[in-house]
């Protein structure tokens, strides 16, 4: 009975990824990588059911993993929550977010890269953490700062009226903001401290990835694919 209910989670995982490929919200393939980035994997998490993660390693097959077990790539499954897990690989532990990029994880002596394919429109989307709180970044090089709504400001716990309050030109015209200081912004397995931000007094539909995060990436162009590697 439990290797059936195993099979059926496997079975709907597939369908639930295929879904997400043909609405190109994730796209896994191997980062085309000079000698350097030879030992690194770049790792997804399709679907969590449970105790069990199903990951996606290199764009290759699923792989349903219980806490504990490895993939024949060496990528070992350590925790799972609800919308991500913890994994090992090379001597480094990464967070991967449900439906989020892949993430390429090096070994301990490498960077972590995070691979954005755009889709249909050509504008990068991620799943992250601003202060540990879940949010969807769409990233925009024309932002000066990352910025965020102020409801999305509340949840991660940003107490923006003690920031430095201005105004900002939007499409819908002026309104008021406060610059901020992050405590951290995260995509896949790359976390920055201590970023600017701005909090705008009306909603957003998503946190926009501005320069006071980019500016601390060397950023890479692949065709559709945008590669993020962290310098400091």
Known sequence: MAQSIIEMFERLAVKVWKVICCRACVLLASVVAGPDMALGN???????????????????????????????????????????????????????????????????????????????????FSNGRINGAAMRFLVDTGASMVSIGLSDARRAGIDYRRGTAGQAQTASGRVAVWQVRLDTVQIGGITLRGVEGLVHENELPFVLLGMSFLNRMDMQRERERLILRKRY
Do not use: C, W, Y
């Open 42 to 124: 770049d790792v997804a998490l399709a679907g969590v059911f449970g105790s069990r993660a199903v990951l996606v390693v290199n764009g290759g097959p699923l792989r349903t993993l219980a806490v504990g077990q490895r993939t024949p790539e060496g990528v070992k499954l350590l925790d799972v929550s609800s919308d991500f897990v913890l994994v090992e690989s090379g001597g480094r532990t990464s967070r991967i977010e449900l439906n989020g990029s892949a993430v390429r994880i090096e070994s301990a002596t490498g960077d972590v890269v995070v691979s954005l394919v755009a889709d249909s429109m050509g504008h990068h």
